[in-house]
């Protein structure tokens, strides 16, 4: 990809160190986004998804570490950024949206409170700190209104507890979205919702990507929903990039069998005889992985070479996959 | 919190007053022992006598008329007279009471300012040598036996290296103008600080031997629930808005965490009164608890019932008020 990227990562890798030794939750991760994109991450849990996101953020909890790798923000590398510089670009620049709304609003403080928080937060301008208050409230109201909450100016006042599971998700939003970012990364946005919440609350997000012009991650473990919302996708097992291309192509025609299996397991409405079909087994162990495709115990074509370690193989001009099966070249 | 539930919760608390008169009233009546042969002694005494004694205190009466007699007149603040003072109850009590607020006071002040601050920073720097010196303390805490270690205070702060007064709430060279008759304040009222010194001095010793096991269970109490909050998805949220560690420690963390221990709080504040009642007598304090030592040697039925039930009556209040802090702390919870 040649066009400028907002985000590029090279190498990522992330550790948690324990006593039974280290788990590689991120391993040699790459990705880019580039400025207005959606980008979909799938994978099952445990598939580092998540975990590769928070080191971009910079909020992974002790005992893990980034260990390798670099994360290019525009023109900042972010695993060498100074703490303060890197807390001040959270939220303002990256904002990220949790899987559960309910757990991710404090239960102790109106929702008005907790979106004007993150404004005031990041408000570096002048003026006495009542102006600000009351700018960053006035803010507040206006945001709930954008992500779609009747009556906001009254609900402002309302408890996390006193809101629906969609109008929370809509909130924690709201306020990831207070202070413009450039780049929102939502974490299962969906995952705790109703299917028709469902619906409207990726709808929402595309919306305000397309008036606000950001970039949107949505991390997922839900093919159904990248197809549906997002240019490119991400496949991740086992804490490594298993395929990568634009959402279309690798929906019809997955070049990696953990893609094809995910996909075979969605299930279809519109096709009587089509069937679900699970991926067998589960995802390994992260502590100790052999080095050799790490799919190859579920995979049903795996064969002699893949008891090594597979590199990506290019497959065209914007896709790859990590699978001896794939790539141009036999 | 709305005015109407206040007031019923209020009204909710009659009831349960009503009960603990009726089983203090109980309790003292069934316990053994006859107040007029106590108060006689070894002097010899006609059976007319003893009568005339018996019916001058009002034990000649039916129980269930001494009762009805015993609620009604407290209920306009008259407890009878001492047996022994020929005083007033009221008088007594009132006179002792204001000695025992204050050391109760400092002692969940001293509880409190050091429990929750410590619990807090054992909870984030868990498994670091300051958790571990944290735990251990706050197990001693919970485990010495509160004579035992006023005492050792005692020996080592007044009687090895003289820092401290051995006992007493005052020296007897200060005279301090009663305004708020708990000394620190009438003290810094009168402008005095030698004297103010000299009362901080009698109370600190008791004070830290009142409040050591309530600070020490308060310091775990803070630290677990600490601990829990933050594991919490709305802590690592608040990260990911870019506020600050300590915004996010105190107003994130420390809001939640400090539910539980506001329950505790106004558990263990309910029995520094039972606590009250030894240190008192260990540091010669002149307070409510060592006059009830005193009334329960000598069967002194009057005083000994109005304090359980000024004891019993100010534990209801103090859970009613952790109620209110509570939802107040937590929005989710209504009365």
């Known amino acids: ?330 | 919190m709305q005015l109407r539930t206040l007031i019923e919760r209020i009204l909710q608390l009659i009831p349960v007053l009503l009960g603990i008169s009726i089983i203090v009233f109980a309790m003292i009546t069934l316990t053994p022992g006859d107040p007029v042969e106590i108060m006689l002694g070894d002097q010899i005494s006609t059976p007319e006598q003893e009568a005339a004694l018996r019916r001058d205190m009002g034990l000649d009466l039916p129980v269930h008329e001494r009762f009805f007699r015993f609620l009604s007149n407290a209920l306009v603040g008259d407890f009878g007279n001492s047996f022994f003072h020929r005083r007033p109850v009221s008088d007594l009590i009132l006179e002792r009471l204001p000695a025992t607020i204050e050391l109760t006071l400092v002692a969940m002040l001293i509880a409190i300012g050091t429990a929750v601050p410590l619990g807090v920073v054992a909870a984030v720097k868990k498994g670091t040598l300051i958790d571990r010196i944290a735990t251990v303390a706050s197990i001693f805490g919970v485990s010495l036996p509160g004579f035992w270690f006023g005492l050792l205070l005692i020996m080592l702060f007044a009687v090895h290296w003289h820092i401290l007064p051995v006992a007493g709430r005052i020296g007897y060279d200060f005279e301090v103008p009663k305004v708020t008759y708990l000394l620190l304040i009438d003290t810094i009222l009168a402008g005095r600080l030698d004297s103010f010194l000299d009362a901080l001095g009698h109370l600190i010793l008791p004070a830290v031997t009142l409040g050591l096991p309530m600070g020490a269970i308060l310091m775990r109490v803070t630290r677990t629930s600490m601990l829990e909050v933050l594991d919490q998805d709305y802590i690592a949220f608040a990260a990911a808005k870019g506020l600050g560690r300590m915004r996010i420690l105190i107003r994130h963390a420390l809001t939640n965490a400090l539910i539980p221990t506001v329950t505790v709080a106004a558990l263990e504040t309910g029995s520094l009164l039972g606590g009250n009642m030894i240190v008192e007598t260990i540091f010669g304090w002149p307070g409510l608890g060592r006059l009830v030592v005193e009334a329960i040697f000598s069967r002194n039925y009057p005083i000994i019932q109005t304090a359980v039930l000024l004891y019993a009556v100010t534990y209801v209040l103090l859970n009613f008020a952790a109620d209110i802090v509570y939802t107040l702390l937590n929005p989710r919870v209504k009365l």
């Open chain 1, 1 to 330: 990809m040649t066009e400028a990227q907002m985000l590029k990562v090279r190498g990522l890798r992330t550790t948690f160190r324990t006593r039974h030794g280290a788990i590689k939750a991120v391993d040699g991760v790459d990705l880019d986004i580039g400025y207005g994109e959606c980008l979909g991450v799938v994978g099952e849990s445990g598939s580092g998804k998540s975990v590769a996101f928070a080191s971009i953020m910079g909020l992974v909890r002790p005992p893990g570490r980034i260990e390798a790798g670099s994360i290019m923000f525009e023109d900042r590398e972010l695993t060498t950024l100074d703490p303060r510089e890197m807390q001040r670009l959270r939220g303002k620049e990256i904002a990220m949206t949790f899987q559960d709304a309910l757990t991710a609003l404090n239960p102790a403080f109106t929702v008005g409170n907790q979106i004007a928080e993150t404004i005031i937060t990041h408000d570096k301008s002048d003026g006495s700190k009542r102006d600000r208050i009351r700018r960053a409230r006035a803010r507040a109201v206006e945001m709930m209104t954008l992500v779609g909450i009747p009556d906001a100016s009254r609900r402002v006042n309302d408890y996390p507890h006193q809101f629906s599971g969609g109008m929370r998700q809509r909130i924690m939003i709201a306020i990831a979205l207070a202070c413009r970012p450039k780049l929102l990364i939502a974490d299962e946005p969906t995952t705790a919702l109703d299917v028709t919440i469902q619906a409207q609350v990726l709808d929402l997000i595309a919306e305000i990507r397309a008036t606000l012009g950001m970039s949107v991650v949505i991390i997922t473990h839900d093919l159904g929903v990248v197809a549906e919302h997002c240019h490119r996708v991400l496949v991740m097992y086992a804490g490594q990039v298993v395929e990568t291309g634009p959402t279309e192509n690798v929906v019809a025609e997955p070049r990696h069998p953990y893609t094809s299996g995910l996909l075979r397991s969605i299930p279809r409405l519109n096709d009587r005889n089509a069937r679900i079909l699970p991926i067998k087994g589960t995802v390994p162990e992260p502590i100790n992985l052999p080095d050799e495709c790490r799919f190859r115990p579920r995979c049903p074509m795996s064969a002699d070479g893949c008891r090594v370690p597979i590199a990506m193989r290019k497959i065209g001009h914007d896709r790859e996959a990590r699978c001896i099966f794939a790539g141009d070249e036999p």
